[in-house]
């Protein structure tokens, strides 16, 4: 299992062999926190998140743990 873990306010884990690049996490949050890389789904920005957890909601594959939701 690969999970890939971003760190500031909050933590965000995304678990890279379930995550297909759908970029469903990158179009709906708000704060702009989401990016592609290498058709798997980053969370560079996530000193920007703002908590609203849509995220982990949109994603078809539920592959985002986020530490406020």
Known sequence: MV???FK???T???DY?????????VDVCPADVYELKDGKSTAPMVNDCIECCS???????????????
């Not at 062999?17 to 996490?25: P, R, S, T, V």
């Open 8 to 10: 500031g306010e909050v």
């Open 55 to 69: 995220c982990v909601e949109v994603c078809p594959e539920g592959a985002i743990e986020h530490s406020s939701c």
């Open 12 to 14: 965000i884990k995304i």
């Open 3 to 5: 999970i890939k873990e």
């Open 17 to 25: 062999d379930k995550c297909k690049g759908h970029a469903e996490c």
